[in-house]
Structure formats: C-alpha cells, structure tokens
C-alpha cells in the first residue's frame, strides 16, 4: 500500500495534480472574496474585456456562465482525467503510461466535459434566477450597446452582466428621442417587453 501511494505521487502527476491545486485555492480566494463582500466571479468577468476570444469560449459555455467556473470546470476535469488514466494504467501494467499522450486525452476530454457541464449549469442558472434577474436585477445595471445605433424606432444589440456575472445579450432603446451610438455605456432603465429595455445615456460619460 504504500509503495502503491507512494508511486502514484512522482513528478509524471505534478502537471494534473498541480491542475486541482489551483482549483482549490481559487476556492479559497472566492471564500474570503465573499467574506470580504467582494465576489471574484463578477470581479473578474468585469477586468476581462470582451474580444474575439470570447466566440471560441462561447463553445465552452461562455456567456451562460461565468468565466471563472469554465476555468474551475476545465482544471478540474483535466486534472482528475489525467490522474484517472495514469492510476488505471499504472495499477493494470505496473508503469506510468507517458504524459504527452496522457496530457492530450485528458486535454480533450476537460474541452468536452468542460463544454458540456458548462452548458447545463447554463441551463440552471437561469431557471432559478431568471425572474429576479429580468425584472429587478438588471435594472439600473450598465449595459453596452454592441451592434447598431440605438434609436426610439429601433433597438440595438447590446450586453449587461448580472449579479452572478453572467452575460445577457438584450436589446435596448432610448428613453428619449435620441440616438445612441454603437460601443455607448447605457443605464437600463425600464423593462418594455421580455428582452428589450429603454436606457438612457444621458450621464454615459460618467459610466
């Protein structure tokens, strides 16, 4: 037994063992981040700026949920993949089967099982929250308008996250008689119909 415990933890492992060592101090920053009335989940959404990396994450899931749970998702089935596969392997043929061929199943294998658990939990989330979050909560909460001008007659696409710092695409339009421009910061103001809000950019500036 305990040369069984003590093969199965050499430097072939480090790389997937040091993969749940990350993801459990990341759970102790969110701990204290809460205890302090920070949440690192919507803090960190909000310093990532949207770029076009954003459409080959939105196949892991993001947008339906936070990016902090796909990296949390990811590290943590890469790393009990790949602890997985060599403890199966060791205790069947007695010798660690090589890390480039290991890291690379377990690689696929965290895409798809990332891809596919973040999509579900993207499915709860809303179920749950969907209420609060369409009728309270993203009032008052500043959007950004990105495709289109935003004018009385015709609403624009745009982007808010909520208090989970999940991505909502919606649409908006001017309180007023005005036109928004495209990449404007607007403050969501009333709720006209299931996806659409009237906003108002007058203190824009400021957001």
Not at 101 to 125: D, E
Not at 161 to 170: A, E, L, Y
């Amino acid at each position: 037994m305990i040369d069984l415990v003590t093969s199965f933890w050499n430097d072939t492992l480090n790389l997937y063992i040091g993969s749940l060592v990350v993801v459990g101090i990341i759970g102790l920053i969110q701990v204290g981040s809460l205890l302090s009335g920070i949440s690192l989940i919507g803090w960190i959404d909000e310093i990532v700026p949207d770029t076009d990396a954003g459409d080959y994450l939105g196949w892991l899931g993001l947008g339906k949920v936070p990016l902090l749970v796909i990296i949390i998702l990811f590290l943590s089935c890469f790393g009990f993949t790949g602890l997985v596969i060599h403890k199966v392997f060791y205790e069947t043929f007695n010798f660690y089967l090589t890390n480039l061929i290991v890291s690379g199943v377990s690689l696929f294998s965290a895409l798809i099982l990332t891809r596919k658990v973040g999509n579900w939990i993207g499915k709860v989330i809303p179920k749950t929250t969907s209420t609060a979050v369409t009728t309270c909560s993203l009032i008052g909460k500043v959007a950004t308008i990105d495709s289109g001008d935003a004018c009385n007659n015709l609403a624009a696409e745009a982007h808010v996250k909520d208090d989970f710092g999940v991505r909502h695409n919606i649409l908006v339009k001017p309180m007023k008689n005005s036109l928004i421009k495209q990449g404007s910061k607007v403050i969501l103001i009333k709720q006209e119909s299931n996806n659409t809000f009237l906003v108002d950019s007058e203190f824009s500036e400021f957001l």
